[in-house]
C-alpha cells in the first residue's frame, strides 16, 4: 500500500521496518501506485535485497516507473537543505 505523499508533488511512500526488503514488497508497491495513477514512487526501509533493486531497475526501463529506493541511513546522512 501507500503510507504517504510526499510534499506538493504527491509522490507515493511507502516505509518498511525492516532489512533486507525484496521484489515482493516493490510488487505489491507498483500495484497500488498503478491504482493511484501514480508512475514515481519512493520505498524507505534499513537495507533492500537484490530482488527489490532488479524489480527497481527492470520497472524503469520496461514501464518507465520510476521507483526510488532509500535506506533510513541515506535519509538521516543527507544534510538539511
Do not use: C, W
Not at 508512475?39 to 532488479?54: C, D, L, P, Q, S
Amino acid at each position: 500500500g501507500i503510507d504517504g505523499l510526499t510534499f506538493m508533488v504527491h509522490d507515493p511512500i511507502q516505509v518498511k521496518q525492516s532489512d533486507g526488503i525484496g521484489r515482493n514488497v516493490v510488487d505489491n508497491f507498483h500495484a497500488a501506485m498503478k491504482r493511484a495513477g501514480k508512475k514515481r514512487g519512493y520505498i524507505v526501509a534499513f537495507t533492500f535485497g537484490k530482488g527489490a533493486r532488479e524489480e527497481v531497475a527492470r520497472l524503469r526501463r520496461e514501464e518507465g516507473i520510476e521507483i526510488a529506493l532509500l535506506t533510513v541511513e541515506e535519509i538521516l546522512s543527507k544534510p538539511p537543505s
